[in-house]
């Protein structure tokens, strides 16, 4: 704690109007309420994303989109080539048209067979065998109509299409490629539906399930999201003992893209910290400081920094104490510390 005497000389050193006088703003330490609770890393993952595949085996034909472009649902992504195919489908169809031939012979030799048969001029033995060839035929045409369908949808496999309104991800082929089952086309997702992923340990999940306020630190945006719903996975990693934790953000959040890195907050409550704005860092190499203010001097101070909050504070766990004057605009006070560092030194 400061002596009384030492808070009495900064008060009249550091008087506002002698802070006035500082070609940038600044303002003093203090401890105010703030979060408190578990914060982690995590990372961004889309909630649709998927990477399409090839069904035959062909030559890639076209492809219509490229890394970055938005699709949507529905429209060609990419076309194979299959000649193949095309001669499969056209086969199939003949075998219909013969087993269709077919079965309209052995439907009008039965009608005949039962005429007969009502006027005893055949037995019963003839009859059955009519019968049984116009059962078959019926079975040779459905059988042909349901290959000709099979070869109609592995036809249509030659066409890949957008599931859902996206941005392609990643193209994996160029035309001209020969392609066989499985091998990957494009990778999309769909930005409008994110989530953010955090491995817990178990001996924190009571502490997690208990957070009533859940927030998403996006640290290379400088953004803060309230997660809409947490999912706690109901397994545990052998090798590591953590659960899966899933943070569902708003729709349509701006920026926000798969794979980024973030920080999950669970606030469970709020204590006492000495805060000071996260604009007032300076950040070089593995350095975090301040520029502190004394008299006319203006410092670099480095400091021990505990957990930031949604209000653009982080907790100073050493280096600064209550009533310490900080510089809020870290720029320009170096500028003005180095060129009262050059003044003195002529």
């Known amino acids: 704690m400061l002596s ?64 970055g472009d938005y699709v949507k649902a529905g429209t060609v992504l990419v076309r194979l080539s299959a000649q193949e195919l095309s001669s499969a489908v056209a ?35 003839a009859l059955d065998r009519a019968t049984a060839e116009f059962r078959a035929a019926e079975a040779a045409a459905r059988a042909a109509r349901a290959g000709a369908g099979e070869s109609s949808a592995v036809r249509g496999y030659t066409v890949i299409r957008a599931p859902y309104s996206g941005v392609v991800a990643a193209r994996h082929v160029e ?5 066989t089952p499985g091998k990957p086309l494009m990778t999309g997702f769909d930005p409008k539906d994110m989530r953010v992923v955090a491995n817990i340990p ?30 706690v996975l109901p397994s545990a990693d052998a090798a590591t003992h953590t659960v899966k934790v899933r943070l569902d953000l708003p729709a349509d959040v701006d920026g926000v893209i798969p794979g980024m890195f973030a920080r999950a907050h669970f606030s469970t409550g709020s204590a006492r910290k000495l805060v000071i704005p ?13 520029y502190v203010v004394s008299g006319e001097r ?43 560092a050059n003044k003195s030194a002529k």
């Open 298 to 340: 203006v410092s670099l101070r480095q400091l021990r920094l505990g957990t930031p909050n949604a209000r653009g504070q982080v907790e100073v766990l050493a280096g600064l104490n209550p009533g310490d004057i900080i510089a809020l605009e870290p720029i320009k006070a170096g500028i003005y510390a180095k060129s009262a």
């Open 175 to 179: 035309v001209g490629e020969t392609v």
């Open 202 to 231: 178990q001996y924190k999940l009571a502490t997690v399930k208990a957070a009533p306020r859940v927030a998403v630190e996006i640290p290379s945006l400088n953004k803060w999201i309230d997660a809409v719903g947490v999912t």
């Open 4 to 67: 009384p005497v030492r808070l009495l000389v900064c008060a009249l050193l550091l008087s506002p109007s002698a802070w006035g006088a500082l070609p940038f703003a600044v303002a003093p330490v203090k401890y105010q309420v703030a979060d408190s609770g578990y914060s982690t890393e995590a990372s961004v993952e889309a909630v649709k994303q998927s990477t399409l595949a090839a069904q035959v085996s062909g030559r890639v034909a076209a492809v219509n989109f490229d890394a």
């Open 278 to 290: 996260l604009a007032a860092l300076v950040r070089r190499s593995e350095i975090t400081a301040v």
């Open 91 to 125: 086969g199939s169809q003949a075998q219909v048209a013969e087993a269709a031939a077919a079965l309209a012979n052995a439907r009008a030799n039965y009608e005949r067979q039962q005429q007969l048969f009502r006027q005893r001029f055949i037995s019963q033995a």
